[in-house]
């Protein structure tokens, strides 16, 4: 992993929020589904990070664009066409 050359964040820095989020992704409280460590996120627009996230969670964000509109329009439609038991 390429942390400081790609999100200037040392190994030591990785580990404590590593530590701070338990071992798990920020987002759904897993581990990295594939094994791998968790990634880090930033933001793409001011590089800042913000956490470490699992494969799954970080491509959904990716793939929004970080986009909460978006988002919320996702959410929006899990909801209205969630199973009704």
Known sequence: MHLKAR???SPIEYDEM???QTGVC?????HNHNGNQLSVDHDHLTGRTRGLLCIHCNTVL???NDNT???Q???DYL???KCQN
């Open 7 to 9: 999100h200037n964040l």
């Open 18 to 20: 590593l530590k701070e």
């Open 26 to 30: 920020a987002i759904c409280g897993n």
């Open 62 to 64: 990716g793939y929004m």
């Open 69 to 71: 509109n978006l988002l």
């Open 73 to 75: 329009k996702a959410m």
């Open 79 to 81: 909801e209205k066409y």
